[in-house]
């Protein structure tokens, strides 16, 4: 079972920026993605930003283009979230989720970001 190690976390006030790391314990043929969720006290966990294993397809929710930037590092199984400009709103809890071919995802444990103004 792959595991995932997040980091970069914290405490930043408004207009400041974070970077997040997310690394997995191994690569195999079975990875197939790689991606950023949130979830913030009394919301649904939503995804963020995604980027997948191999032709580097990016996605990010709208409330992020232009702020958040998700990039890969294939030599260290990792993954990374660079995160500008925050906004109050980006608090949360972030999560990397390894997306696999056959059997089960894996989640990384969280991180809690918190913005204040």
């Known amino acids: 079972q792959v595991q995932l190690l997040e980091s970069g976390g914290g405490l930043v006030q408004t207009g400041g920026s974070l970077r997040l790391s997310c690394t997995a314990s191994e690569r195999t043929a079975n990875n197939y993605a790689m991606a950023w969720f949130r979830q913030a006290p009394g919301k649904e966990r939503e995804l963020v930003a995604a980027t997948s294993w191999s032709d580097s397809t990016i996605y990010y929710v709208d409330s992020v283009k232009g702020r958040f930037t998700i990039s890969r590092d294939n030599a260290q199984n990792a993954m990374y979230l660079q995160m500008n400009d925050l906004k109050l709103e980006d608090t949360a809890v972030y999560y990397c989720?390894?997306?696999?071919?056959?059997?089960?995802?894996?989640w990384g444990q969280g991180t809690q970001v918190t913005v204040s103004s």
């Open positions: 989720k390894l997306v696999v071919l056959i059997g089960s995802d894996t």
